[in-house]
């Protein structure tokens, strides 16, 4: 299996640009995968810069609704019409950055939710032999406090998002398991609760933005929460792989108790995965 991050906020690759968003291309012995397009179609061009062809890309999955993961699709289907596009039906809701002082459109285009390629999803889903989704995250164990300004707006007003248009990609190849997620919204302890339910253990890796990062700066409740969700991450047996959403001061902290088994990906960057 391969994994190249093609778009992170950081600098990386030579050559490569970066941006505030995400996206990642994947080789398995039968599938081409793009998971998440970044905000822009600089995903497009950092993976002509790597001598990757997205235009041999069969499947697309968009880990949520928020721009800075599907703002590059239409770039995309303009140079790969064929490919699947796997989303969660709830992703098409209108989502909002809100506080005291601003209210900001962070859901996707809505011109997406007309693509012909779009496959619908509600909750979990097995899309091959070794490639499913799960959702359905309820969890609220050290749930982000970044979150509590995310909203959904409703006919009725704005409601806190709960991120059911959230799901998580697994991918198993040689007996292991590779997780990759988005942003984690709903915590990734939430997350790896509920892939252990289904799975019954842990992944051998974990791909996934921690949504740590506050613009506003950290207090100490966020920074303690930082440092507990390392302490619990640690007790995994599970590499991770981190970067857009988790800011570099949390992973400062993740990095300085979980050590190696930690890791920041920059823009343009392979993943390698020892074997798998």
């Known amino acids: 299996m391969r994994i ?36 822009s179609g600089g995903f ?3 993976a002509e810069k790597l001598g990757i062809d997205l235009r041999q890309v069969d499947m697309v999955v968009i880990s949520h609704g928020h721009y800075d993961h ?8 303009e140079q790969n019409p064929r490919a699947q596009i796997w ?6 809701e209108q989502y909002y ?5 601003m209210e900001r459109y962070i859901g996707i285009d809505p011109r997406i939710l007309t ?13 091959d032999r070794g490639i499913s989704l799960f959702g359905q995250v309820c969890g609220r164990r050290l749930w982000p406090e970044g979150n509590g300004e995310l ?12 991120f059911l248009h959230e799901h998580y990609l697994v991918l198993e190849e040689k007996g292991k398991r590779v997780l990759l997620s988005g942003c984690a919204h709903n915590g990734i302890l939430n997350i790896l609760d509920r892939y252990r339910e289904i799975y019954g253990e842990d992944p051998n890796v974990v791909i996934s933005g921690f949504h740590m990062s506050r ?44 050590g190696e088994q930690v890791s920041y990906v920059h823009s343009g960057q392979e993943i390698c995965l020892g074997g798998i």
């Open 70 to 77: 599907a703002g590059g699709l239409l770039t995309f289907v």
């Open 87 to 92: 989303i969660q039906r709830l992703a098409g």
């Open 215 to 258: 613009k506003s700066g950290y207090n100490e409740a966020d920074l303690a929460l930082v440092r507990e969700t390392a302490e619990e991450l640690r007790k995994w047996n599970t590499r991770f792989y981190t970067g857009h959403c988790t800011g570099e001061l949390p992973y400062e902290i993740l990095r300085e108790v979980m």
């Open 4 to 39: 190249v991050n093609l778009m992170e906020n950081t600098p990386g690759a030579e050559g490569c640009v970066y941006e505030h968003g995400l996206s990642f291309y994947i080789e398995t012995g039968k599938h081409r995968i793009l998971v998440d397009t970044g905000a």
């Open 151 to 162: 909203k959904r707006k409703t006919d009725e007003g704005f409601v806190q998002d709960t």
């Open 115 to 127: 693509l012909p390629q779009i496959q619908w999803v509600d909750g979990d889903r097995e899309i």
């Open 97 to 101: 950055h809100k506080n005291e002082t």
């Open 44 to 46: 497009f061009s950092n």
